[in-house]
């Protein structure tokens, strides 16, 4: 979230109130914001930069206030303080209005259809008779660099420029030139500069270097003027020294140019509405008009109110309140949301004003509601379903492959969700258009252009990154791709995929075909053409021909595997044959096989119901049966809730995963509600009775709980509760079952347990060309640590003669961390500039 700094007694002055550091921190979560720091300019350098640099700073007391990330109106002190007081009820939100000038047409900004090539939007508006103090103007400047570092996504998206009206003549010409054809004296300097002398001049900026690379590859530059041939500025990157701002500047002109229109709308509502207080007529702002390349006219700034309509009903369901239609519009207007009740039914009409942007749905007022209620006054209530959480089942059907694929030998990978188009198409052999492949629309690099389609290349482009680790490689990984799918709503889908690869000097076919045997072993899917698998020869562009198989399980193709084309290979940079094996494990869910590997995971979905009244419950009496004896004991004396109570412990049911008959009837054998002693029973007790008008429709129950009235003497052992007719047959597969379990635990005992070990492959820089590399790796050997080995190293050339040591080590995890060794090699501050991690691979 962005951090606003106000100074804590400018902040109480403009307040009208002094708060205690507890009781503002108070007032910020109250509005939903959050007192981050409490520190001074003094502090802040010391911290930052050393107690030397901080002798001339500020003691003022700052505080450091989390925003939201989409309050815009809150980034400033002026829009803070004013939510603040609205909020407590000392201020009524203004109302922003647009005005013409009192005098003449209003101001005109021309836009050329030159700028199409660049930045083709621009807005404009006037601050008129305004006054500046130093901490205004401040306000003033620090918001714009918020701004432009927020919503202007670093002016990529929109770039604000801000003049003084009274040293420039309008109308103004907003245009696209050559940076040869460019000259102008840029803020604070003192001589001008072509357009291209700029970009050389700012390069080594700290500021300004960050945003060059939006136009410098551009053919034109964005350049606004006055009809006097004055250069106001070049958007993004700077303003005119003629026109910019002081303490005496009286009117402003607010020009934001943009690829995104409402983007800068918004941006321009937020300027002039922040600061229009300070104006002679607080709260107007007067427009200006922008022409564009077609003749089409637009006056700015919009300043847009809108309407919206909402029930309180939905908003006393969302919340988990229960309050007045009239109370809720209350809450709202404490939110800058003027509302009201309409008087139709329980309607309230919100009027949104130009400075809350961030109310785009229904549920962005609803959240306000509940900021103003007071997320602390929100009564805590028990959910009236109860269920008991479990791992999604593929993702549990993952993991268990994972460990037996690290069990067999194989070294697990994580790559990229996101590859270049060479990599999934070009290197494979295949055609880009083949690959249906998920396009970035604006990719940041050349290396995530796609999402990928395949796990194949990252594989590879480990392999290749680790060539030098002994041979032979064998690596996996079970992750997601994404592939085009028309009949998604977002056009696509995700596919859960498991890929290995095996890298030696010899193909290693039949190590890829027994892992495939392996894998389908632990699916319990069998060897066999009508329901089970098995591979028949296949041809692909990405395998040698004639050594590619098509994977088939219970008819269905799930995936290919075979030895890569040595085309494949080069593209990779590798230079020894490899195998590999790639397939779906997503058909494989749902099978007898899933059982035994998700274990404890259910299956079957649980019914949705309609949660009936309390008054409708009632409504449904049941006919409660004259026994109390059950499978727990007798439910009627303490002994035998307890038992139940246990049993529930962990189970939303009796049985199983839904509600049954056997719920029902354990229910009806319960003489009265239980105590809140027996929490387990009582919530359980409360959920089945929200089941009492669809009580005929749950399934029946499987076994008996509930025991049949009965006047014999015979003791509940003599009772057989699950249908058994042979006892000794049950006891000997109690016995028998015992017996694997002892056996399994004794097997588990003796496995020993595993170390997790990573590969690290670290690259340590020297100061300069003169730096003694062999002394530099010498003291990097000396570092030695419990858990560490060193392994080969080399020296990798960097530029201008310089050359970094690239060395690599096994560490065992639990002992040894990168931060540590990083810290360990750094302290070699004679020899050592950074040190940074390569590469880092799971053992």
């Keep these: 979230m962005p951090t606003v700094g106000v100074k804590r007694d400018l902040l109480f002055k403009a307040l009208g109130k002094t708060y205690t550091d507890e009781e503002f921190d108070e007032l910020c979560f109250e509005f939903g914001l959050e007192l981050d720091e409490i520190t001074s300019e003094r502090e802040i350098i010391s911290r930052e930069q050393g107690d030397s640099k901080a002798s001339g700073a500020s003691d003022v007391i700052l505080y450091k206030i989390d925003v939201p990330a989409n309050r815009y109106d809150l980034l400033c002190l002026e829009g803070l303080v004013r939510g603040l007081q609205v909020f407590k009820n000392k201020l009524e939100a203004p109302r922003y209005r647009r005005v013409s000038p009192v005098s003449g047409e209003p101001q005109k900004l021309f836009i050329t259809k030159e700028t199409a090539a660049v930045r083709p939007h621009a807005v404009a508006a006037v601050l008129r008779n305004i006054t500046f103090t130093q901490e205004r103007y401040d306000s003033f400047i620090e918001l714009q660099d918020k701004l432009h570092q927020n919503i202007c996504r670093k002016r990529s998206l929109v770039a604000i420029g801000t003049h003084d009206l009274d040293t420039i003549s309008g109308p103004f010409t907003y245009t696209a030139k050559p940076p040869g054809d460019i000259s102008f004296k840029p803020l604070n300097q003192t001589k001008e500069y072509t357009a291209t002398q700029l970009m050389s001049l700012y390069k080594t900026d700290s500021h300004l270097k960050h945003y060059l690379h939006i136009i410098e590859d551009k053919p034109v530059y964005p350049i606004i003027y006055d009809s006097n041939g004055v250069v106001l500025s070049m958007p993004p990157i700077i303003n005119g020294d003629h026109s910019k701002i002081t303490l005496k500047t009286k009117n402003v002109f607010v020009e934001c140019t943009a690829t995104d229109l409402t983007k800068a709308k918004i941006v321009l509502d937020m300027m002039v509405t922040m600061f229009s207080e300070y104006c002679s007529q607080p709260f107007t702002v007067e427009e200006a008009e922008v022409v564009y390349p077609d003749g089409k006219t637009c006056k700015y700034p919009e300043l847009a109110y809108r309407k919206e309509k909402l029930s309180s009903e939905f908003i006393n369901q969302k919340v988990g309140i229960n309050e007045s239609t009239e109370k809720i519009a209350q809450l709202l207007t404490k939110m800058c949301l003027r509302s009201q009740a309409t008087g139709v039914g329980d309607e309230i009409e919100v009027e949104i004003p130009p400075t809350r942007s961030d109310v785009i749905h229904a549920c962005d007022i609803m959240e306000d509601a509940a900021m103003a209620y007071g997320f602390n006054n929100v009564p805590h209530t028990t959910p009236r379903t109860y269920t008991v959480a479990n791992q999604f089942p593929l993702n549990k059907l993952t993991e268990l492959l994972r460990q037996d694929l690290a069990a067999a030998g194989f070294t697990e990978a994580l790559n990229f969700a996101l590859c ?162 790639e397939m779906d494990i997503e058909p494989f869910l749902g099978h007898t096989a899933e059982t035994t590997l998700t274990h404890d995971v259910p299956m079957q979905e649980v019914i949705e119901h309609k949660f009936p009244t309390q008054d409708e419950s009632l409504q449904a009496p049941s006919s409660r049966p004259t026994s109390t004896k059950t499978a727990f004991g007798d439910v009627s004396t303490a002994a035998g809730l307890k ?26 054998a319960i003489p009265s509600a239980p105590c809140s002693t027996f929490c387990h029973l009582m919530r359980w007790y409360n959920h089945i009775k929200s089941f009492q008008r669809e009580r005929a429709s749950l399934p029946s129950a499987k076994s008996q709980f509930v025991l049949p009235a009965t006047t014999s003497d015979a003791s509940d052992d003599d009772i057989d509760l699950f249908g058994s007719d042979d006892e000794a047959e049950s006891a000997e597969a109690d016995r028998i079952k015992e017996q694997r379990l002892a056996e399994y635990a004794a097997k588990k005992s003796k496995k020993p347990a595993l170390v997790a070990k990573s590969s690290i492959l670290l690259d340590v820089k020297p100061w300069d060309d003169e730096t003694n ?71």
Excluded at 656 to 665: E, H, K, L, N, R
Excluded at 788 to 810: A, D, E, R
Excluded at 820 to 825: F, H, S, V
Aim: charged share 25%; hydrophobic share 40%; proline share 3%.
């Design 420 to 581: 270049s188009e060479e990599d999934v198409a070009d290197k494979l052999g295949k055609k880009i258009s083949e690959t249906r492949a998920v396009h970035i629309s604006n990719p940041k690099t050349a290396e995530f252009q796609v999402a990928r389609t395949t796990l194949l290349p990252g594989l590879l482009k480990t392999i290749a990154s680790n060539r030098k680790m002994p041979l032979p490689l064998k690596l996996f990984e079970i992750s997601d791709v994404v592939l085009k799918d028309e009949t998604k709503d977002v056009g696509a889908r995700n596919s859960r995929r498991f890929c290995a690869v095996y890298y030696n000097k010899s193909p290693g076919f039949e190590v890829i075909h027994g892992l495939l045997d392996r894998t389908m072993e632990l699916l319990e899917v069998k060897s066999a053409r009508v329901d089970g698998y098995h591979i028949q020869a296949a041809e692909d562009s990405t395998f040698f021909p004639g050594r590619c198989a098509e994977i088939f399980a219970r008819g269905k193709s799930v995936g290919r595997l075979g030895v890569l084309h040595p085309d494949v290979i080069n593209r990779f940079e590798l230079t020894m044959p490899c195998s590999a094996l």
């Design 773 to 843: 590399m062999a002394e530099l790796e010498q003291c990097v050997r000396s570092v030695s640590m419990d858990g560490l080995l060193w392994g080969q190293s080399k020296l990798v050339p960097v530029g201008y003669g310089i050359k970094k040591l690239q060395i690599g080590c096994v560490v065992e995890d639990e002992k040894v961390g990168t931060d540590l060794l990083e810290e360990a090699i750094t302290a070699f501050e004679d020899y050592v500039q950074s040190v940074d991690v390569a590469a880092f691979n799971k053992i």
């Design 643 to 668: 038992s139940l109570n246990d049993f529930l412990a962990d189970k939303s049911y009796i049985e199983g995963f839904a509600a049954s008959q056997a719920d029902m009837a354990m229910f009806d």
